[in-house]
């Protein structure tokens, strides 16, 4: 691994089978993975939903279960799943994440979880163990939401967290709407909504992501299980003033949306510090976006999480109150609205407890179990099936950055890791 610079199963048991010699193993897996959607220039990747690279993901998700002789299908919304044994008979053990990225993001971000569930059933081959309960491999679609401005897109869809009628409303940038997306790209819009009977059928759902902090760096552990995904939303911030020419206009005659926004995001910051929390200014649009002129619009988008919905509550109304206070002062009309919201998620306590009882069988040491502010498609799931986490060590705690890293050998540890839980929950 380099360093990112940056037909249906039987009913019968499923029986894991022999491994295909022509099998890629995961270095080779992510090799392969690796060029999909990465730019040039910036080595981050733009693996956006419903785009040529989302596509070719998809296409090496098709060939990786194909080469174990897995059954594929791909759901009402999208996501993609990949099969050993029959989706029919219940109580399934489901694996896997996202391919999908945020915009020039890092390589480990979701496909990590995706290699990772294809090289631990190579794994369990190896071990020559023989499933009780179906196995499924899945890949969920726009996780990151960085086209249409929504994350966990599929996961939302599928667990009847996004209506149809939200679902048609979401646009990307160049106006184009969600359901035109699925259309260009070969699918049905008409066909998404919940799929209760598909949830209804899984058993346990884990998914295993790169650490997007450094609590496993600090504890000097591989691997850890996750207990919650703190409290987190997207607000959207619109500042209105007038445009004007920026040689001509007086200072004083100004009604310059940019000074509210500028001191909003500081306000952010300061918010952030007192409640204990984290605030982000990450997005922006103006209007009408000339170098030679004052703007008319100014829209900001801020990212707010927090270890408890209190925290979280005082950050935002601590911005909002900052940003009508500037707003006032400059002449602005300012509007906030919320676009999305995803209240604290405490991962299933029994599963949670099974995956540190499975991973602490051959080692005294107590396996670390620890909180994150990321969202995940776990957590959207989490109210709908019994969900949990596994997280691999990340060295420098960099994400959403072509300088996102694991090492190879932390990697392995993960997918050995991914092994034993499936190990103890499909095969007991």
Same mark, same amino acid.
């Given at each position: 691994m380099t360093h990112p610079e940056g037909a249906r199963g039987t009913a019968r048991p499923a029986t894991a089978g022999p491994q295909s010699p022509a099998t890629p193993d995961f270095t080779a897996m992510w090799r392969d993975l690796q060029p999909i959607g990465r730019d040039k220039d910036t080595r981050g990747y733009r693996r956006y939903a419903w785009t040529a690279a989302d596509a070719d993901c998809k296409v090496w998700f098709k060939e990786q279960a194909e080469n174990r002789g897995l059954t594929l299908e791909v759901d009402r919304n999208g996501n993609q799943w990949a099969w050993l044994g029959d989706p029919e008979a219940g109580d399934a053990v489901v694996t896997g994440s996202h391919l999908d990225s945020v915009p020039d993001g890092g390589a480990f971000d979701g496909p990590l979880g995706v290699v990772?569930?294809?090289?631990?059933?190579? &794994? +369990?081959?190896?071990?020559?163990?023989?499933?009780?309960?179906?196995?499924?491999?899945?890949?969920?679609?726009? &996780?990151?939401? #960085?086209?249409?401005?929504?994350a966990c897109v599929g996961s939302r869809l599928t667990g009847g967290h996004l209506t149809r009628e939200q679902a048609f409303a979401l646009k990307d940038g160049d106006g184009v709407s969600l359901p035109q997306a699925m259309e260009r790209a070969g699918y049905d819009p008409e066909a998404i909504g919940p799929d209760p009977e598909r949830l209804a059928r899984i058993g346990a759902f884990i998914e295993l992501h790169v650490e997007q902090g450094r609590a496993l760096d600090l504890s000097g552990d591989a691997v850890g299980v996750a207990s919650s995904i703190w409290p987190h939303g997207r607000w959207r911030f619109d500042f209105r003033g007038e445009a004007?020419?920026?040689?001509?206009?007086?200072?004083?005659?100004?009604?310059?949306?940019?000074?509210?926004?500028?001191?909003?995001?500081?306000?952010?910051?300061?918010?952030?510090?007192?409640?204990?929390?984290?605030?982000?200014?990450?997005?922006i649009s103006v209007e009408p976006n000339g170098v030679n002129a004052i703007p008319s619009l100014v829209r900001g988008w801020l990212d707010s999480r927090a270890a408890d919905q209190d925290a979280l509550d005082q950050t935002v109304t601590g911005i909002e109150k900052a940003a009508r206070e500037y707003a006032e002062k400059?002449?602005?009309?300012?509007?906030?609205?919320? &676009?999305?919201?995803?209240?604290?998620?405490?991962?299933?306590h029994a599963l949670r407890d099974e995956l540190t009882r499975i991973l602490g069988t051959d080692t005294d040491l107590a396996v670390p179990v620890l909180g994150t502010g990321a969202g995940h498609d776990a957590g959207i799931l989490a109210s709908s099936i019994p969900t949990a986490m596994l997280f691999v060590r990340n060295p420098t705690g960099v994400s959403h950055s072509p300088a996102e890293f694991?090492?190879?050998?932390?990697?392995?540890?993960?997918?050995?890791?991914?092994?034993?839980? +499936?190990?103890? +929950? #499909?095969?007991?």
């Open positions: 990772s569930s294809f090289a631990a059933l190579d &794994e +369990l081959r190896r071990r020559g163990v023989e499933f009780t309960k179906p196995l499924a491999i899945t890949n969920f679609g726009d &996780e990151e939401g #960085a086209r249409f401005g929504l004007n020419h920026a040689g001509t206009t007086r200072l004083v005659d100004r009604r310059d949306p940019m000074l509210s926004y500028a001191e909003t995001v500081l306000a952010a910051r300061r918010e952030a510090e007192l409640a204990g929390s984290v605030a982000t200014f990450g997005k400059h002449g602005i009309d300012v509007s906030l609205t919320r &676009e999305s919201f995803t209240p604290v998620v405490e991962f299933d694991a090492a190879e050998d932390d990697c392995l540890a993960g997918v050995r890791a991914l092994a034993d839980v +499936l190990e103890g +929950l #499909a095969c007991t």
